[in-house]
């Protein structure tokens, strides 16, 4: 699975994941309306709220992790302490214990999941705001409790650029603490990214939420949708949801 419009760090939790093959046939890219500059000072409070949300988390975290996909639920834990190829394992699969096929999907997966954070490292990907076009950030909407920008997606292909194209960004920032609550990225019309294929929604929805009393940003859950057509025969229906819950920081040596 390639990457999927431009996301990185905790976003390739879905792209680890089968997300759907079609996509991968689309051409990537994105822009949002208007292009306005932001000012130095909103700037300064999205990268500061930024800063906080960890991406790369499971060298030092415990979690739990479901993933959703066609109606299949994989549960699975993680355990830091382990090495990294045995760091995750497989609970259940829609609350059944896990066949030896499904142990190997998962083994599978995971190892693609982890191939693909090492890229992100090596490239630099570790900010969340490395899917946001910074100088477009334009304050949008504000309440007693938060900030919400909208900003342009970025990606660091081309063909993801050329998908971003089609899409907008709205980012959430809560004001006590903060910290960056919502990352929405999504299509405004239908589209045809490339001959036969026509794209009639989509959207990546990615939520944060302080854990450790607040002291830490953490993933919530990221809720992956596309509907469409391919060559007007096959349907693109599709959602991918992983949730996360029951963190525990390791101790340290």
């Known amino acids: 699975m390639r990457r999927i419009v431009g996301a990185r760090g905790v976003a ?8 759907t093959v079609m996509i991968v046939i689309a051409t990537f890219a994105l822009t949002v ?3 306005a500059i932001a000012n130095e000072q909103e700037i300064a409070l999205v990268e500061e709220a930024a800063s906080r949300v960890e991406l790369d988390f499971r060298d030092r975290w415990f979690f739990e992790r479901v993933f959703v996909d066609d109606g299949v639920s994989w ?3 993680s355990d830091p302490r382990r090495d990294l190829d045995q760091r995750e394992e497989l609970i259940s699969v829609n609350g059944n214990e896990p066949t030896d096929k499904e142990h190997d999907e998962f083994a599978k997966r995971v190892e693609e999941g ?3 954070r090492q890229k992100d ?5 570790e900010s969340i705001l490395s899917m946001v076009e910074v100088s477009t950030l334009k304050l949008i909407d504000e309440s007693d409790a938060k900030w919400i920008f909208a900003f342009q997606p970025t990606a660091d292909t ?9 899409m907008a960004g709205r980012l959430t920032v809560v004001k006590n603490g903060r910290y960056i609550e919502q990352l929405l990225i999504q299509s405004e019309t239908s589209f045809k990214p490339r001959t036969g294929v026509k794209i009639d929604a989509f959207s990546l929805d990615m939520r944060f939420e302080p854990v450790g009393d607040g002291q830490y940003v953490l993933p919530q859950s990221i809720d992956t949708r596309i509907t469409g057509k391919a060559f007007m025969i096959a349907d ?3 959602e991918q949801k992983v949730v996360f819950s029951n963190y525990r920081l ?4």
Request: without cysteine; glycine residues 6%.
């Open 75 to 77: 549960h699975s834990t």
């Open 12 to 19: 390739d939790e879905v792209r680890q994941e089968p997300l």
């Open 158 to 166: 081309e063909e993801d650029r050329e998908f971003m194209a089609y």
């Open 236 to 238: 693109l229906d599709q």
């Open 250 to 253: 390791a101790a340290r040596d």
């Open 114 to 116: 982890n191939a693909a």
């Open 33 to 35: 309306n208007g292009t």
């Open 121 to 125: 490292r090596e490239a630099g990907n």
